[in-house]
């Protein structure tokens, strides 16, 4: 009996000196090496949605932002005057869309948080969890929020969702659970 217990300790301390190896690698920045497939660009609602070709989706989602003024730029434009809004408007929304991609600039204060200030209320930009970006996106695209004239009748300037289904978690994550 003696010897077992012997062997069982013999045994426990082989085992917690080779956990306590140091083959544990923490890395010192991002692994380079790693291959990472880009599902989705969703930095602006609506740049691929509303103003590109369905068959278009794709190339956009698989693209970069460092592309997208050469591969997306006259197709936004197109689109926007395409329902007689004015060339002006369609730069100008191709300037501010274009390249796809969230601008947070934190020299401003946090309370101008919101989907392009940054480029339109001269705020922080990002944007706030309880964001209608895509009512604020079809407003700048077809309502009188950046040009008056020849606006679109209210029905184009909204998706008809007042508010989520779910109220907004008080805790990270802060998503309500999926439907």
């Avoid at 936004?76 to 796809?100: C, I, K, M, N, W």
């Avoid at 950046?146 to 007042?162: H, I, K, R, S, W």
Wanted: glycine content about 8%; charged content about 15%.
């Amino acid at each position: 009996m003696r010897t077992l217990r012997k062997l069982a300790v013999a045994l426990a301390l082989v085992v917690a000196v080779a956990a306590c190896g140091d083959d544990d690698v923490t890395a010192a920045g991002p692994d380079f090496d790693r291959v990472y497939d880009q599902i989705d660009r969703l930095g602006n609602p609506l740049v691929s949605e509303v103003t590109l070709a369905k068959r278009n989706h794709g190339f956009h989602n698989s693209g970069s932002p460092s592309t997208d003024l050469a591969n997306h730029k006259t197709e936004l434009e197109a689109f926007v005057t395409g329902f007689g809004r004015s060339t002006t408007l369609a730069q100008t929304l191709s300037g501010v869309l274009l390249p796809d991609m969230l601008i947070v600039q934190t020299d401003k204060a946090a309370n101008t948080s919101g989907w392009l200030t940054w480029a339109l209320a001269n705020g922080y930009g990002g944007r706030n969890l309880a964001d209608d970006v895509v009512d604020a996106g079809l407003a700048a695209i077809f309502g009188t929020l950046l040009d008056p004239n020849n606006a679109l009748p209210p029905e184009y300037q909204t998706d008809n969702v007042g508010a989520n289904n779910k109220p907004f978690l008080a805790t990270f994550p802060y998503l309500a659970t999926a439907n």
